[in-house]
């Protein structure tokens, strides 16, 4: 049985400027650029935790609250939130920061779930997630959850 990992030892940030080219018609950000944003940032996560390429099998809805502008550095903070055998599904938070007033918003938060893989592209085992508070307890208990949803709903 592989060891179990703390969720801690998954957890990435990345960040990026919002340019011109990611603008949408309204001159605001467009979405698919933030949620490619978030899938490579859960996968990242994903990759730090089972340590294998990792695919993704599924994204659930993402509500925009508030638009993110061009000039804003948007930061993405991601771990692993439950692990099953080989599929593990990640929490990504993103912020949009206004870099000359240092304004914070977070605008959306995503649950997504991978799958790792062998070298023959097969799922394959993961390390079991180590909750060390209560705080993580309760919120693995609430990904397991939505997962057990997500597999209900196929
Ligand atoms: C991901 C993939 C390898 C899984 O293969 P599979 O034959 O369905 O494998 P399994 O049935 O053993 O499922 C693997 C894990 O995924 C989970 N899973 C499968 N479908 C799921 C879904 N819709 N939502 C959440 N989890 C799912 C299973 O519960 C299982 O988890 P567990 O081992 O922790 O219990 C395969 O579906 C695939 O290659 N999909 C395409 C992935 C891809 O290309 N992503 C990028 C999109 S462009």
């Keep these: 049985m592989t060891e179990s990992k703390p969720i801690s030892a998954s957890r990435i940030q990345i960040s990026q400027l919002m340019h ?3 603008a949408n018609l ?7 650029w933030i949620m490619k944003l ?6 990242l996560a994903c990759m730090r935790h089972a340590q294998c390429k990792v695919v993704t099998v599924a994204i659930d809805s993402m509500t925009f609250r508030n638009p993110i502008r061009i000039g804003d550095l948007v930061i993405l903070n991601a771990e692993v939130s439950y692990t099953g055998r080989t599929s593990m599904e990640t929490e990504v938070k993103v912020t949009a920061e ?8 977070l605008t959306n938060t995503a649950y997504l779930v991978y799958v790792a893989l062998d070298d ?19 919120r693995m208990e609430q990904a397991k959850a939505r ?5 209900a709903q196929k």
């Excluded at 978030?38 to 996968?43: F, H, K, L, P």
Aim: hydrophobic share 25%; aromatic share 2%.
């Design 20 to 22: 011109l080219e990611h």
């Design 26 to 32: 309204l001159g605001n950000v467009h979405g698919g």
């Design 38 to 43: 978030v899938d490579e940032a859960g996968a």
């Design 98 to 105: 206004n870099p000359i007033t240092g304004e914070q918003t």
């Design 120 to 138: 023959h592209g097969k799922p394959q085992p993961v390390p079991p997630l180590l909750a060390e508070t209560k705080a993580q307890k309760e």
């Design 147 to 151: 997962q057990q949803y997500r597999l």
